[in-house]
């Protein structure tokens, strides 16, 4: 009796499994999900002598946004994938890019707003000309004009890849305008205005610098990539008390070939992250199943 019941576990947890994954199939439309070794996710829509750098979806899984620029790092632009018909439509041009360099794009949780990097020109004398932080609004279904993001003590400094909680609270990388002490920062959000930004501080300690934030809706958890020999992703979960724990790297099935810009789906399911070695610059996109990684020590 007892050996019955173990089998009809077995054999249900094995058709959960093929459910899951033809449910995640349909919902991406590929032929491939990942379990837990990364696959190269749409590797067919970047161009031939161009990079990726990022690739986000917006909430409701229909449009997939990416970062493309040449092998000098000269020119980025965003380019947007959509569903239509149960099929992934041509990439064309975002709508918010520009003549200028655009990267680093997330979604509010809740879609309506979208975050993004840009070098575009703020027209404030006391914004230095780098990357800063942009934001556009959705009203009734039309994306407002682009408006500049303000971090009040970061005016002279990089910004760049930008993340946002359910409540408001901003995370992005920031550094010198030459790259030099690149760390995360968070800042928040009062009476529409954005407060004076806060290095992040994770605890074991780390000595050495980081950069391309995820941060979770609930703020519980932070994905982002340690600089070092090499980028590898770490994952650092909040105490409930405004400091950042338990901070450890991702697996090795992940951390191999140097990494960054995560993204981690709604339902807290799969990471999406670009990686590929410098020297041959033959970056991709690849996604695997998170679930187990996320779970708190």
Avoid at 93 to 103: D, I, L, V
Avoid at 245 to 251: A, D, M, Q, V, Y
Avoid at 275 to 293: A, Q
Wanted: hydrophobic share 35%.
């Amino acid at each position: 009796m007892i050996k019955l019941k173990v089998i009809l576990i077995l054999i249900i947890g094995f058709l959960s499994c093929k459910s899951e994954t033809r449910n995640s199939k349909l919902e991406f439309h590929v032929n491939d999900v990942p379990i837990n070794i990364p696959i190269g996710f749409k590797t067919e829509i970047i161009p031939e002598h161009k990079l990726i750098h990022k690739g986000v979806f917006n909430p409701d899984l229909e449009e997939y946004y990416y970062t493309i620029s040449d092998k000098n790092f000269q020119n980025f632009d965003v380019y947007v994938i959509k569903m239509k018909k149960k099929n992934w439509s041509k990439p064309v041009r975002a709508f918010f890019n520009t003549s200028y360099n655009e990267h680093g794009m997330s979604f509010s949780p809740d879609g309506n707003t979208l975050y993004f990097s840009s070098t575009r020109p703020t027209n404030i004398e006391s914004v230095k000309e780098t990357w800063h932080i942009w934001k556009s609004d959705k009203v009734n279904g039309i994306w407002n004009e682009p408006i500049f993001v303000d971090i009040p003590n970061l005016r002279d400094k990089l910004v760049s890849h930008p993340s946002v909680t359910n409540s408001g609270t901003l995370y992005f990388h920031s550094s010198n305008l030459d790259y030099s002490e690149m760390d995360i920062y968070s800042s928040k959000r009062a009476k529409g205005k954005y407060l004076n930004a806060e290095r992040i501080k994770f605890s074991p300690t780390l000595d050495i610098n980081t950069c391309t934030p995820f941060i979770s809706p609930k703020e519980d958890y932070i994905v982002f990539a340690a600089i070092g020999n090499q980028l590898d992703l770490m994952i650092s979960y909040s105490d409930g008390k405004g400091d950042w724990i338990n901070t450890k790297k991702l697996n090795d099935t992940i951390n191999h070939n140097g990494h960054g810009n995560p993204y981690i789906t709604p339902d807290n399911k799969f990471l999406f992250f670009t990686t590929g070695d410098y020297e041959e610059k033959n970056w991709k996109v690849k996604w695997v199943n998170i679930e187990s990684e996320l779970k708190r020590p």
